[in-house]
């Protein structure tokens, strides 16, 4: 049986991709109004599972007048406001969440997302009894690096595993299951040295994912629990 599962959060739990393209559009038409943003290129980034930050100098046509606080708060503010009516939790996830706790097997998330919006997508949905508060670790954090940086793992997530599980807590990483849907989420498991699953419904690059060859590959969340109780 799984040590410890990892899950992303947008487009392996929640399909949030409509609620992103709103809240970034709209960050455009209020910093850049008549800026028209590549929508190809936009979705090409969101498809790696780049961050805010780079995803918004990536688009933008001046990158040397590029305000990352300013767009990135613009960003998360509209986000919040409008996210809820776009934003809803994949098929089975409340099963995957109460089975894995009914097993034992300690649940962590670890998104390049804002961890404020991450909460509030649980809570909203009676979620967020599932994973301990601790255990969502996100964009914004002290010592968080974006996956597919390995930071996060060793530096914030492994301490916090410890303040809630206790100091005896080991975590063995090739026996921790990395669940998600992009590239970097893939990367990432193999920079911990974890085994990985890739979420095939997400919004990852299908090509890119398919030639990294995970561990396994899901068309739905029931089937992360068979895997997470076999493994």
Known sequence: MTDLIILDFDGTLFDTREAIQHAAKLT???????YEVPLSKA????????????????LHPDPSTFDEEKWVNTY???YATHEEKFTRSFTGLRELLAGLRSRGIPIAIVSNKA???????????????????????GDGMPGFKKKPDGASFTEVLVPRLKAVYGEGFEVDPGRVLMVGDTIADLAYARNIGARVCWCRFGQGDKEECEAFKADHAVDSLAEVLDIAVKE
């Open 43 to 58: 979705r090409r980034l969101m498809a790696t599972g780049a961050g805010l930050t780079e995803t918004f100098r990536a």
């Open 28 to 34: 455009f038409t209020t910093l850049l109004p008549t």
């Open 115 to 137: 961890v404020p919006a991450i909460k509030a997508a649980l809570e909203r949905t009676g979620l967020l009894e599932f994973v301990p508060e601790m255990l969502i670790i």
């Open 76 to 78: 998360r503010s509209l």
